[in-house]
């Protein structure tokens, strides 16, 4: 029994991580919360759903999320352009891409509420039968699909970061643009990079959640609590503390789950947040965001 | 023995940033009535210096004593509150709030009412605010800034902005006060009327030790008492103005090595 | 002027005592709080449950809703406020679904997502209402104009400044999101006494980032602009409830097009519509001069 709830936490464990790893990635360089990950979420499980329905013979599923992916890459620099490109140019207070990132995460909740709150969507199934088994093991396909993509594009996305050049540029820019400014990078290639990694993100994260739980408006948002806990007990900023606490959530949660019971589970990782708070704000990546003296 | 006692005083203080050494063994012993100079090359550690003094840094190693009071372990508002009052270097005013307002701020954590007195109108809330603002005003036509009492704050020009910082740092008459580059951003004007103000300020404030980090060395000679010159985070010469100025180490750290 | 009337200048009422709740937390101290409607939901369940079943009076019980407010408004408080802002606004948001789950975790007594009805009825619910708001403005008006609002601005401007001379920052933080905290759980008591049903719904997410944007809406730092926008916002939707935009009343929109109004704000008037000015007699005096002025010319 162990066995089996602890792939399950993996496999959710997983979905967080993406999530989180989409936040954190903005907040790391560009140091503001991004609320409006959410929102793009639910966008794109949308966008994911209306492109399979309008062909007759669903695609194959790869398809639906290279193409969600890239509609959250544009998306995402969309909204930058709306939303946070006169922040930037007026230089005001860090407050303002709070109030504006969630202005937008409840815009596009707001209007997918209007028009589609009335019966939820759903994928069609991807797999005949839904789990397989591994001896007493019965493993969800869909999990294990969601772990693979997640995985693998994780893995992707930290190559990208420590390992090629660009991802020094990110980094240096997340230690301190205006140095990296001096040292002839170029900031707002940065910029596009960033909004373009956290939408690729939200793109891909939509479908798969959007096939886990069923098309909703609000879909985004409850999951991307998820995601910022997992990112504050990571330690904010950090990509390697919030997938890390990403699993950790995931896994709690699935034993919770099962001792206690679902109700509870919310209550429990928000006070596993705070509790982490108190002991430990450096979450356990140890790296910790400050704002500058 | 009175004019021996020290109001500041620091012991061997090191600040490293992750390996960095900012400050390397700095020590330091400040009077009442005093003009202290920092003076050296970018990145020395000046600043590094003031924000070790007024706690926003703890240091890594060595002891910082306030008017005989250890305070290695108390925080930037205990040491402003025992009086230890700085400006920075890039005008920090409260863009919010009027001259009068910035001035009253250093005042407000002393006003003897709390939050019920303060919704509910009560006396000793008009007291207390009538009290602290004819103190900063006071201390606002001291220093001849009383006409732009009104004024915001960050509209005003540089000059007048800086002295403004240095009203509000006055006026809870603090036993040290930390200018950090006092003179930067100043047109020749502007500094001109800076020294003099602040040969006013010695003279209006006698017990107060003032301690000032400047580039320019005009400025520093015609006020300072005591100098100390630092480069790469080491102090390499400390003694009167005169002294220092034909040093030869400090003559190889500003103008290099021949 | 009949009950439905009424009702709508009471809503819009309760809208400004929230609105003034997260004025004093984010435009005084400049914390992003995003779970005001948590207190809401804290206080009002506490207020009514108690009430109905420990039958004591309706004014005790509200006294005890806004404590256990503050409470946790301080428990909150005390490991997040020494961090960077975004763990506010994140632990914020946290709490305020926690919360919703906790009143359908405990459904036996808050009766879910159907909602609490149990409310007694209040007869002069509109006066008391209207009282209240004008108390809370008085309020939220002397604690801006006292040393308290003197501080609040300074810190919310330079924390390390602010330091620098004295203002205990922590704990002046800690004392402003209790305060304000108890100013929204007061409005949750009245929202409940008005509607006389409560729901988890009824104080989501959205309705704390709502009192957010009419916030930044009215102004980053006006009073007066926070009460008005709070007031107007509310009120305007509600009456155009009959208009309809693709066959979907407008007041479905209202929400989208409070989103447009901040979007627009963001973009072109980023200190909100009335920047930092107040309303005062020498304010309008002034606009009258001008005024003549013009008219002498």
Redesign the interface.
Known sequence: MWLQLSINGICLGAVYALIAVGFAIVFSVLKFSNFAHGGMISACAFMGYFFQASFKKAPPIWVTILFTAFCGVLFALFLDQIAYRSIRRNKSPNIYYFLASLTISIIITSILNVFFSKNPLAYPPLFETTTFSIGALKISKMDTMILIISAALLAALLLLINKTKIGLAIRAVAISPETSKLMGINSSMILIMIFSIAGFLSGVSGVLLGCKYGVYPDLGQTMMVKGFIASVIGGLGSLGGAIAAAFLLGLLEMFWTYVFGSLSTPVMTFVVMLLFLFIRPQGISGKFAKEKV | MENSRLVLRCNDICMDFGGVKAVDHFSMAVSPSTTTGLIGPNGAGKTTIFNVFSRIYRQTSGSLELDGVNVDNRGQVEVARMGLTRTFQNIRLFSGLSVLDNVKVSLDHSAGYNMLDAVLHLPSRQREERRIGQRALDTLKLLKLDQYAQSHATSLPYGLQRRVEIARALVTEPKVLLLDEPAAGLNPEEVFQLVDFLKQIRELYPQLALLVIEHRMDLIMSLCDCLYVQNFGRTIAQGKPAQVQCDPVVLAAYLGEE | MNNYQLGLIMNSCISVIGVVGVFII?SLA?M?S?GQAAFMTISAYFTFILAKTLGLPILLTAVMGIAASALCAY??A???L??????F???T???G??MS??V??LEKYTNGSIGYSRIPKVKPVFWIIIGLTAFVI??AW??KR???G??C??L??????????????YRLKI?IFV?GSCISALAGILYGLKNRVITPDGFS??LS?EM??FL?FGGT?SLTGAAIAGFMLKLIPETLRTVKLFG?SLQ??R??IY??L??LV??FR?NGMLG?KEFSIRTLAGLFRRKEARNGK
């Open positions: 984010t400049g992003f995003l428990i909150i005390v490991p997040t020494k961090l960077r802002k975004d763990y606004a994140l632990i948001m946290g709490f679904e926690m789950s906790i359908i975790m008085f309020f002397s604690l006292s040393r308290f003197r501080m601005i300074a919310k401007t330079d924390e390390t400044a602010a330091k620098s001379f004295g203002v205990d920052v004392r305060i997410w959205n980032a957010q944007i930044f730092n979907v479905e929109f929400t989208v989103c447009i901040i979007l963001i973009n980023p930092e």
